[in-house]
């Protein structure tokens, strides 16, 4: 299995290689999803690259977040500089984006973020089909649904294996970004898990789960058949770097029990009150939770070792190259050094070897000046010597030769690949292929009494999950009843089956060419690239954290949420049950900040629960944007409301569609959302 360190800075990089990773991962200055990490500039990367690459360890570049309209040409020309550089992989969420790199730059390998929540055979198939050649898996997935994954999917895995670990599933988190202005989509996560909350008589972090370690799980990941092992850490120092890469490293290589005093080392490099698997066990619940402390409970104590492996110039990282030199009577020294790449150099002298007068060079001495590697990074075992009696040569000619044949071996190994850019060919205007038809209304409905509420009041869409959506179709004949799939949908979980003909996707692996496929706003459609991706749906939503102006030019036909809590987090597990306060699938319990804002908790199919913010969208006053942009539906998400209040709801913005006047709810009830938020 490959050890992926991660690297926020440069001595973090040069910490990972001397530790024993075999690839690291960087964020650029721009479109990482660790803005606050210091990050590498363009020419800093091509150096990482370098010294990367002349060690044996590849270099993976994440430029992870969510893709705006306005940045589209800016990101595709930084991939293609990225390209140029020769980096060996690089990271992405976006779809539309995803696909649009691998048309442009089909020979540069891409990898599905962890922020796509690839949680099942499906996904992981179909984001193979885009073009990518690996997928991080979502961190909640059990041991299980992993070797699914690896042994059907036929596509690389990375699987995280030590870190801090979100409560909700990456990519799958507004919280920060609804409430605070901060996403964590696009690099800026405010960390609002770790903050206090109440649920009824408990208080205390209950969103802050522990930190991964599977540590002493490696011979299984192996043998389930993963690919990577990434440790999470891009905003971690050196020395935690290094003391993580090093242990896994060791283990990795000679598979054992761990020592206690390498599980010590991990504690006291970063913990957060112990360490978790459970996820990977398929057992959650308060055990793996950091109830009491959410920040760094160890003292960050880091051995004289690791701190050596953290020093400037450190070169511990010795790799194997091999070596032949010859010297004939009246010829030059030749020297040829080459590694198990294929990258070979020769360098000759330029003296003669001549007739001995005194002492003639012996095998002995050759051998020892061969062997003078000194501060390169390659260690030579046995050198292939042909050497004629009773010549000699200086020793200075043998030194330059050897340097320079090493010298013109590590030019070879940063050489960069030749890859295609097809960029002048692939950068046109599309013209769109689908036009708005007038502006309807839809609604997502969580209960029975909601859905009868709706369709009375004229509403002819309606978004259930598919258990009610199931038992709607039975009821209502010439309404569009189309059933909600899970969030995240996992193939070690059971589902019910819709019976509907049109479904509403929350993931790319939910796609099924024999329904009507809806895309929900979970898709993360944030540009026109993302919009054609998927524009053989029968519509999709927009994503929540847009503001009017950025939705302009790419939502048109598209579908908007236009009332009602939008779902923050999505968590697999829930801490509901961890407290013993299981709701079963009802609209019980809220969970309350610590500025007393009480936030609805929902459940799904599969037990995965949503956490709901604490006030609804509100536009009905504000629906002028819907001609300027000629959205073809608006959505009204109902939770808690009741029937009446459904009704009530529905009425309102009928009656704005028309264009009448419309009585606004009481003030600081409700929220805007993004629609008016400025950008970063």
């Not at 092992?229 to 120092?237: F, M, P, T, V």
């Not at 769109?432 to 009868?452: C, F, S, W």
């Not at 929540?544 to 598209?558: C, D, R």
């Not at 809220?590 to 908790?601: G, H, M, Y």
Request: glycine share 6%; aromatic share 6%.
């Amino acid at each position: 299995m490959e050890l992926l360190a991660p690297a926020g800075s440069f001595s973090a990089l040069c910490a990972a290689v001397q530790s024993g990773a075999d690839a690291v991962y960087i964020g650029g200055s721009e479109f990482s999803a660790r803005r606050s990490a210091a990050n590498f500039t363009l020419d800093e990367i091509k150096k990482a690259a370098d010294y990367c690459h002349v060690r044996g360890v590849t270099l993976h570049v994440a430029a992870n977040i969510l893709i705006k309209e306005k940045e589209k040409e800016k990101f595709l020309d930084y991939i293609g500089k990225l390209n140029e550089i020769g980096v060996d992989a690089v990271i992405i969420q976006d779809i539309g984006m995803a696909a649009a790199v691998h048309r442009i730059y089909p020979d540069l390998p891409i990898h599905a973020s962890t922020q796509m929540t690839a949680a099942s055979v499906d996904a992981a198939k179909k984001l193979k089909e885009i073009g990518f050649s690996r997928v991080v898996l979502a961190r909640e997935l059990s041991c299980e649904a992993i070797r699914k994954i690896c042994s059907e999917a036929g596509v690389e895995t990375e699987v995280f294996a030590h870190g801090a670990i979100c409560m909700s599933y990456s990519g799958q988190c507004l919280m920060s970004s609804i409430i605070g202005g901060r996403s964590g989509n696009r690099g800026m996560c405010a960390q609002p898990c770790r903050l206090p909350y109440k649920i009824e008589e408990k208080s205390g972090y209950l969103l802050s789960p522990k930190d991964l370690c599977m540590i002493e799980r490696l011979s299984e990941l192996k043998e389930i058949g993963v690919t990577s092992l990434k440790i999470e850490g891009r905003l971690k120092r050196s020395e935690y770097v290094a003391a993580v890469s090093g242990i896994y490293r060791k283990y990795i290589d000679e598979p054992k029990k761990v020592s206690s005093s390498d599980m010590q080392e991990l504690f006291d490099a970063f913990s957060r009150s112990g360490f978790t698997c459970g996820y990977f066990d398929d057992r959650m619940g308060s055990g793996m939770m950091s109830y009491k402390n959410p920040a760094n409970a160890a003292e960050n104590i880091f051995s004289d070792e690791v701190k050596r492996r953290c020093t400037e110039g450190a070169n511990f990282r010795k790799t194997e190259i091999f070596m032949s030199a010859a010297l004939k009577k009246g010829k030059p020294l030749s020297i040829s050094v080459w590694d198990d790449k294929g990258n070979f150099a020769e360098c000759v002298s330029d003296a003669a070897a001549e007739a001995a007068i005194n002492r003639p060079l012996d095998r002995e001495r050759l051998l020892k000046q061969l062997l003078k590697l000194g501060d390169t990074p390659f260690f030579v075992k046995e050198p292939e010597i042909e050497l004629d009696e009773g010549i000699t040569i200086a020793i200075s000619e043998i030194n330059s030769v050897r340097r320079r044949a090493v010298e013109k071996l590590i030019h070879e190994k940063c050489k960069i690949p030749k890859r295609r850019d097809l960029s002048a060919e692939e950068r046109k205007t599309r013209e769109k292929a689908k036009q708005a038809q007038g502006t309807i209304l839809t609604a997502q409905v969580t209960t029975y009494e909601q859905a009868k509420a709706c369709i009375d009041a004229g509403i002819c869409e309606i978004y259930a999950d598919t258990p009610l959506a199931n038992k709607l179709l039975s009821e209502y004949k010439g309404v569009n009843i189309i059933a909600k799939l899970p969030p995240v949908a996992r193939d070690d979980r059971e589902y019910e089956m819709p019976k509907t003909d049109a479904v509403l996707i929350s993931n790319i692996g939910q796609l099924d060419e024999k329904k009507r496929c809806y895309g929900d706003f979970r898709l993360n459609i944030f540009n026109s690239e993302s919009v054609e991706f998927y524009s053989a749906l029968e519509r999709v939503t927009m994503s929540p954290e847009l503001n009017l102006k950025e939705l302009s030019g790419i939502s048109e036909g598209s579908e908007v949420i236009a009332y009602g809590r939008i779902p923050l987090m999505v968590m697999e597990n829930c801490p509901l049950k961890a407290l013993g306060k299981c709701q079963s699938h009802k609209l019980r319990h809220s969970i309350t900040d610590r500025k007393n804002e009480a936030f609805p908790l929902k459940c799904n199919e599969g037990c995965v629960l949503e956490i709901l913010n604490s006030k609804p969208i509100f536009m009905a006053d504000k629906l002028e944007f819907v001609n300027k942009l000629k959205i073809s539906a608006l959505r009204l998400i109902f939770t808690v409301e009741n029937s009446a209040e459904c009704d009530k709801i529905v009425n309102i913005y009928k009656m704005a569609l028309l264009g009448q006047k419309v009585n606004m709810p009481e003030e600081n009830t409700f929220t805007r959302g993004h629609f008016y938020r400025g950008t970063e």
